[in-house]
Structures are given as C-alpha cells and as structure tokens.
C-alpha cells in the first residue's frame, strides 16, 4: 500500500508500519515516544507529519563522471527561492537536476524540460559528490536526480561553488 | 512583449510521476490556478505555457509544459479543459 498525499491525516501505528515497509513511502516519522498506560505498560507512540517523502529508486548510482543538466544558470537567488518551494512541500532542500543517461545532451537539450531554457549548466555527478551535497535518485523517470542539502544558504553556495560548465542551448528558439 | 508569469516554478522540478510542480504561494493569482487551465509558469532563466493537472491540498501545484514556445503558445493561456 502507498498512502498518497490526499489521504494526509492518517495518524495510527498500522499506516505508519505500512509506511514504513512500502517501497515509496510518502510521510516522514516526526518522532517516537513512549506512552505509560500504567502497571508497567507502555506502548511506542509515532508522529507523523504531513510531508511529502519522495520516491526514491533504490540502487541507483551514478558513476563519478556521469554528466548531469540543469536548465538555466546557478543564480544564488533563484537557487535559494527554488529549494525553499522544495522545503514547503517536502520539508528538505532539493534542486532538480537530469543526469545524462540513456540519449545524448542534444537529445535531452530539445526536449521539455530543458529546451525551454536559453542556457544549460553542466556538472559531473563526482563534483557534486565530492563537495558534500547529496545527489539523490528522485521520481520516476530515470534522469532526474535532486540535489539535496540541509542548510539553504551553506547548500546553495556549496553548488554554486561547485566546477560546472554553462553552455547555450542550440535548441532553444525563445 | 513577455508575458507575465502566472506562477513562479523551476521547470526542471518534476514530481515522482514525472509532472513539473511549483506551489500555489508562487502564483501570481492563487485563485486562476486550477486544474485543466493553461498560464505561464517559470522564472527568467526558462518560461512556458503550461497545464495545471492538478493542485495538491498542501498547495502542490502539478502541471505538464507544452514544448512550443511562449510566442507560439500565447493564445493558450487562460484556456481550460471543457
């Protein structure tokens, strides 16, 4: 069973073990704590919030040298504004990205979403990596991937900061 | 002339079923958006006429981007699913 989010308030212990052995479980567990019933009685109680999770596809890894797109620049502020819709709905910082994977650039370039952008960013999945952000396999489709951080300003500057190439999009045509 | 954006959205997010979203705070005019609707969703870096399939109670704003350009797809906006 997945919960999907119009069914938000479920708040027993059976949704919340079914949560936690779906495959792509959809609520985050704020906490646990311990109920006294009395006579030496307790039960486990959980919390959990009405955030989003996001599906993940277990397993997959990129290689240190896949390159992965971005459209448009890595502005600082539309960077920050883009993680903090992220973190409205999904309670962490995250800035989406597609790995190129199964077509070439060009491909990928001429094709929604990218082709609406005038410039696109590359970076290696290794740069990324290496720079302490974590690069998590997010959806469905098997390109995209979301940076994701903690801390909005120390994660935006973090990629910002990371090697990456912008180059114009051929494709585009306004 | 640009036209204006109606809703403020990284259009590289995708949701896990593949849709772009943004949120209903970054609307321009919160009440336009709903589903069937068509408006521009984006930000300076890339811009599109786009579908809202759907708007989460959390104010997940799900839509599909149309691959034309805005000029080409300008006289979309606004329009709605019969």
Same mark, same amino acid.
């Given at each position: 069973m997945v919960v999907r989010?119009?069914? *938000?308030?479920i708040g027993t212990l059976a949704v919340l073990l079914t949560c936690c052995v779906?495959?792509?479980? +959809?609520? +985050?567990?704020?906490g646990f704590a311990a109920l006294e019933l009395g006579s030496g009685l307790s039960v486990l109680v959980a919390t959990i919030t009405g955030m989003k999770l996001r599906l993940l596809r277990v397993g997959d890894h990129l290689d240190e040298d896949t390159v992965l797109v971005r459209g448009g620049e890595l502005d600082p502020e539309v960077l920050k504004a883009d993680a903090r819709r992220y973190h409205e709905v999904y309670e962490t910082y995250g800035i989406s990205i597609f790995a190129v *994977?199964?077509?070439t650039l060009d491909e990928m370039a001429q094709q929604v979403p990218l082709i609406r952008f005038r410039g696109l960013t590359l970076v290696t999945a290794g740069e990324l990596i290496r720079s302490g952000l974590r690069l998590e396999p997010t959806g +469905?489709?098997?390109?995209h991937y979301t940076v994701g951080f903690d801390d909005l300003g120390q994660g935006v500057k973090v990629l910002t900061d990371c090697r990456h190439q912008v180059m114009t999009n051929p494709y585009y045509d306004g | 002339m640009e036209p204006e954006i109606d809703l403020v959205a990284d259009l590289n997010s995708e949701d896990d079923d593949g849709l772009g979203w943004s949120s209903l705070?970054?609307?321009?005019?919160?009440?336009?958006?709903?589903?069937g609707v068509m408006l521009v969703a984006g930000n300076r870096f890339g811009k599109a006429v786009v579908r809202v399939m759907a708007v989460d109670e959390d104010g997940q704003v799900h839509f599909t981007v149309l691959p034309g350009t805005l000029e080409k797809n300008?006289?979309?906006?606004?329009r709605a699913l019969a």
């Amino acid at each position: 069973m997945v919960v999907r989010p119009p069914h *938000r308030d479920i708040g027993t212990l059976a949704v919340l073990l079914t949560c936690c052995v779906t495959p792509a479980p +959809r609520y +985050r567990l704020a906490g646990f704590a311990a109920l006294e019933l009395g006579s030496g009685l307790s039960v486990l109680v959980a919390t959990i919030t009405g955030m989003k999770l996001r599906l993940l596809r277990v397993g997959d890894h990129l290689d240190e040298d896949t390159v992965l797109v971005r459209g448009g620049e890595l502005d600082p502020e539309v960077l920050k504004a883009d993680a903090r819709r992220y973190h409205e709905v999904y309670e962490t910082y995250g800035i989406s990205i597609f790995a190129v *994977r199964g077509m070439t650039l060009d491909e990928m370039a001429q094709q929604v979403p990218l082709i609406r952008f005038r410039g696109l960013t590359l970076v290696t999945a290794g740069e990324l990596i290496r720079s302490g952000l974590r690069l998590e396999p997010t959806g +469905r489709n098997p390109r995209h991937y979301t940076v994701g951080f903690d801390d909005l300003g120390q994660g935006v500057k973090v990629l910002t900061d990371c090697r990456h190439q912008v180059m114009t999009n051929p494709y585009y045509d306004g | 002339m640009e036209p204006e954006i109606d809703l403020v959205a990284d259009l590289n997010s995708e949701d896990d079923d593949g849709l772009g979203w943004s949120s209903l705070s970054d609307a321009r005019d919160a009440a336009q958006v709903r589903p069937g609707v068509m408006l521009v969703a984006g930000n300076r870096f890339g811009k599109a006429v786009v579908r809202v399939m759907a708007v989460d109670e959390d104010g997940q704003v799900h839509f599909t981007v149309l691959p034309g350009t805005l000029e080409k797809n300008r006289h979309l906006v606004g329009r709605a699913l019969a």
